[in-house]
Nanobody, 124 residues
């Protein structure tokens, strides 16, 4: 069974940092496009950090540029989040595209596999 599982979500104070991890079962995460999306209550899901298949191309939402970093190794995909703001509060999802694309994309239509999400709350 193909499955993605996120971990690392937590309650953090503004200005703090959180590292999210995403592990896959049934397939590898180091061959295809991968991404992190988030969805806040009452808002649409948005792509925040996206990585192309070779790892040389990244795409970030304007709201997180300079604060978030996506990376991966052979087994997991990570999202390092720094200088967190209350508006970063959301459920964060990792996604795998199962396609080989050099150019990173944050288009949800390009992603076939999704995790169940992990909650990140930024509050004092």
């Amino acid at each position: 069974q193909l499955q993605l599982v996120e971990s690392g979500g937590s309650l953090v104070q503004p200005g703090g940092s959180v590292r999210l991890s995403c592990a896959a079962s049934g397939f590898r995460l180091d061959a295809y496009a991968v991404a992190w999306f988030r969805q806040a209550p009452g808002k649409e899901r948005e792509g925040v950090s996206c990585l192309g298949s070779t790892g040389s191309s990244t795409q970030y939402a304007d709201s997180v540029k300079g604060r978030f970093t996506i990376s991966r190794d052979n087994e997991k995909v990570y999202l390092e989040m720094n200088r967190l703001k209350p508006e970063d509060t959301a459920v964060y999802y990792c996604a795998d595209g199962s396609i080989y694309v050099v150019q990173a994309t944050c288009d949800t239509r390009e992603y076939d596999y999704w995790g169940q999400g992990t909650q990140v709350t930024v509050s004092s």
